[in-house]
């Protein structure tokens, strides 16, 4: 259950949050903006804001609730495509962002409308708006509303997913100046969090087999009690498998996905 402590450090978060934003916003409309300024900060952001914003954005419901439980499911097999993420993200800032910069290209549809012509560019941001909206919007939606629903006990379902999605609004009203730089207060809660959330479960288990609140001795518990979970690529099941094996082995890409096609899309 949510207790008082826990409200107000939400509250102290949406206070700032939204104040920023909405200050950002108020004084960009006394401001001539361009498309370019709203995309891109004015050129203000400083590389560690870039850094966060990236990773903040990249990281939210699907990753806290949605690979969790797929790592509970399957195992630390699903952070394949997490470490696809990163080595896709290194090898678009080495070799291909040059290129972008150079040519002031800044968005997709831009990449496509020089290289290709104005059609291919409205269908592919077409695509991908439909796309954001129908799978990633309602999907982080759902998952952050059904955590707070659950740690509140409560029945407002679609009140706190509206309160949600008018929090988000909120803080896009600035651009991405304001988007940069809570990106930054986001990344520290997320990796804050993720910490003690993992603390908080190992000790847990190592609570469970009666080693006090032991974090080394929970972790070597998990390693000798589901030593299968522990493994980063999954064997082909045989004739002789199980159901539980070829439903994991069904659930993620294979090595050629993984070598090949994900790198598109990511």
Not at 90 to 117: D, E, G, H, S
């Amino acid at each position: 259950m949510i207790k008082t402590a826990d409200i107000i450090v939400f509250l102290v978060y949406f206070i700032i949050v939204a104040s920023y934003g909405i200050w950002i916003y108020r004084r960009k409309k006394k401001i001539k903006e361009t498309s370019t300024d709203f995309f891109l900060a004015e050129g203000s952001l400083t590389w560690w804001a870039i850094g966060a914003s990236l990773i903040a954005s990249n990281i939210s419901a699907e990753q806290f609730i949605g690979m969790s439980g797929s790592g509970f499911k399957l195992g630390l097999a699903i952070a394949a495509y997490e470490w696809l993420a990163a080595a896709s993200l290194i090898i678009v800032a080495v070799f291909f962002m040059p290129i972008y910069l150079k040519n002031r290209i800044f968005t997709m549809p831009q990449f496509l409308k020089t290289r290709y012509n104005e059609t291919v560019a409205l269908i592919m941001a077409i695509f991908w708006l439909f796309l954001y909206i129908t799978v990633n919007l309602t999907s982080i939606l759902f998952l952050g509303t059904l955590a707070i629903n659950n740690l509140s006990g409560g029945e407002n379902f679609h009140i706190i997913m509206i309160g949600l999605a008018v929090f988000a609004l909120i803080i896009t009203l600035g651009g991405m100046k304001v988007i940069g730089y809570t990106d930054v207060i986001q990344v520290l809660v997320l990796i804050i969090g993720g910490l003690v959330t993992s603390y908080i479960a190992l000790t847990l288990v190592s609570e469970h087999f009666g080693y006090g609140k032991d974090i080394l001795a929970g972790f070597n518990t998990l390693i000798n009690k589901a030593p299968e979970h522990f493994n980063m690529i999954f064997d082909k099941p045989g004739s002789q498998a199980t159901k539980e094996q070829v439903s994991n082995w069904l659930d993620l890409p294979g090595v050629a996905m993984l070598i090949a096609g994900m790198w598109v899309p990511t």
